[in-house]
């Protein structure tokens, strides 16, 4: 039977979820948005569809959340800090606006957690967390801006020929199965790290071995809580993927989803837990410098860095400072 600590723990997990998914849900869908290929409904539609479809299919991630970055049981409450420590930080960048990593809140919140309530860094497993998430947090964004200015300098070379208008028609279906495969990645990888945290979290409970792999309802319970946080929306964030970086058209959406698809599969499948919304940001920045160097808004892509630099420091103080708070009334 959960303990009542356990059951806040999981409510608490499936919350982040929620805001995960509205919080993500222009990762997926802005450039098909901002270039009409999809009125925003449907968007929106797609998105939590593939993103329940996706999140059913792997645990690889999630199992790099729940046994690769600390080595001690962990008491529930600390990752009730963790959740609530990434959960601020979501909600923050949420409210301004800025497309940060949902997937690097959550890391960071776990690591801070730890330390504090080791009262150490001993027990975080640092090889893991280099391998894991330093190495993909610099890596996968490099790789999405390469694919996506390749994958651009090629569509310019083989349609040079057709028209503006026969590129915008043709292209604008083709983002339709784009931004269904830029969704279907998002949930393989985005809804595992919930995943992982409830599996965590049901392993030092005592209600499951460790080994045993992600249960079945867990798998159900993310998935849905993303799609239905998904169906809401993320306007904010929307304005500034799909129109804020470089200005786009039917083919070079096509060309930025695609190219972030290809990433995110490929680190999902090596149990990466990466930020899709990096991937997805680089991309479009990719894509708008094959056009031109200076097509691409370069003061905002700072800022964007900026966030995505300071979210590990950040959290893992949130997170520290929630389980501090948090033994204060237990």
Known sequence: MLSGILACVILCALVFEFINGFH???????TSVYTRALTPKKAI???????????????????????????????????????????????FTWWKGIPSSSSHALIGSLIGSTIVF????????????VQKVIIPLFTSPFIGLLIGFGFMKLIFRLFTSWSQSKANRVFSKLQVFSAALVSFSHGNNDAQKTMGIITLSLITGGMLD???????????????MMAL?????????????????????????????????????SMSFMG?????????????MGVGSAKRISAV?????????????????????LGGL????IQFFI
């Open 322 to 325: 929630s389980v501090w708070v």
């Open 229 to 265: 946080g998904t169906s809401l929306g993320g306007w904010k964030i929307m304005k500034t993927m799909g129109g804020g970086v470089t200005k786009l058209q039917p083919a070079s959406g096509f060309a930025a989803q695609t190219a972030s698809a290809i990433v995110i599969e």
């Open 24 to 30: 993500d849900t222009a990762n997926a869908i802005a």
């Open 118 to 129: 080791t009262m150490g860094t001993e027990h975080v497993l640092w090889g893991g967390v």
């Open 297 to 317: 808004k370069w003061g905002i892509a700072q800022n964007i860095f900026i966030a995505w630099v300071v979210t590990l420091p950040i959290t893992m103080i």
């Open 210 to 224: 460790p080994g045993s792999g992600v249960p079945i309802w867990v798998k159900f319970a993310c998935a849905c």
């Open 45 to 91: 539609m797609l998105a939590a569809a593939m993103n329940l479809v996706g999140a059913m299919v792997s645990e690889k991630v999630a199992m790099t959340i729940s046994t690769g970055l600390v080595d001690v049981a962990l008491e529930q409450y600390v990752i009730l800090g963790a959740l609530i420590g990434a959960i601020l930080w979501n909600l």
């Open 272 to 284: 990466a837990p990466i930020s899709t919304t990096q991937v997805i940001t680089t991309a479009v």
